[in-house]
């Protein structure tokens, strides 16, 4: 429950807490951690976005439910939280990339539309008769053959990672890339290392058809969302190599106990 010494300062974007809070902003990332699990991961040959688009009903088509987005042809993005927060973000993104390429006759930078889109998210924290953005977005793609990718927070702030998680599964999923991440991951290992995460994130409810999948490849320069097919393959191998684990597991426990007799 809010404390009392707190209470009154929620009703308006622009008036701060006496301990410097911005409880408006804060309802927004609680709306993001209340999201599905999205995740990015980055190497030399290419950025993956991997979401889990998991649904409430049998009744819902599942392709009907869009979590990632592409942006341009060497950019896109993946959400959690609001989702028609995160499409109205998305279409800003979009114009933005357009309005570059008019302008300059250029892609536009990654960390440039990144900036674009948080200097938005930024102007909705401090102006009355509005309300923050609830969603979060992981913006992926390649700006001179370098891979990027970046997390934007319902306040505006902005920070670059080599393998990052927003949704309710964040902290587990960030758990497995310190664990597992590293510098000479290929793009092979990054969508394993994705989907790794998804499945320890969602507790092993992880099918073909909870999970999307998308690349940048730094060779091509392309944004680019893998079939039904291909993501089938990649679960199907997913959840092969847990079973496998499984039963290594049983068999050290097994050993372990007869060491002990």
Do not use: W
């Not at 209340?34 to 190497?43: A, D, F, H, I, Q």
């Not at 000479?184 to 394993?192: K, P, V």
């Not at 997913?238 to 002990?260: A, F, V, Y």
Request: glycine share 6%.
């Amino acid at each position: 429950m809010q404390p009392l010494q707190n209470a009154g300062y929620d009703r308006a974007i622009t008036v701060f807490s006496p301990d410097g809070r911005l409880f408006q902003v804060e309802y927004a990332r609680e709306a993001v951690k209340r999201g599905t699990t999205s995740l990015g991961v980055k190497s030399d040959e290419g950025v993956v976005l991997v979401v889990d688009k998991r649904t409430t009903s049998k009744l819902i088509e599942s392709k009907s439910i869009e979590k990632i987005f592409q942006i341009d042809d060497h950019i896109g993005a993946a959400t959690s939280g609001l989702v028609a927060d995160a499409r109205a973000l998305v279409e800003r993104a979009r114009v933005e990339s357009q309005i570059n390429k008019i302008s300059y006759s250029e892609p536009i930078r990654v960390e440039t539309l990144a900036k674009k889109i948080c200097d938005m998210k930024q102007l909705y924290t401090q102006n009355g008769g509005v309300r923050p953005f609830g969603s979060a977005l992981i913006i992926g793609g390649i700006s001179d053959n370098i891979c990027k990718l970046f997390e934007t927070d319902p306040s505006g702030a902005l920070i670059e990672y080599k393998a990052t998680a927003i949704g309710s599964g964040r902290s587990v999923a960030m758990e497995v890339f310190e664990e597992n991440y590293k510098e000479d991951i290929s793009l092979e290992g990054a969508i394993n290392l994705a989907l790794d995460a998804v499945y320890e994130a969602t507790e092993g409810k992880t099918t073909a058809d909870s999970v999307e999948i998308a690349i940048i490849d730094n060779s091509t320069k392309k944004y680019k969302k893998l079939s039904d097919e291909a993501v089938e393959t990649y679960v199907t191998s997913l959840l092969e190599r847990k079973d496998e684990n499984d039963e290594e597991d049983e068999e050290t426990s097994e050993e372990e106990i007869k060491d002990e007799d």
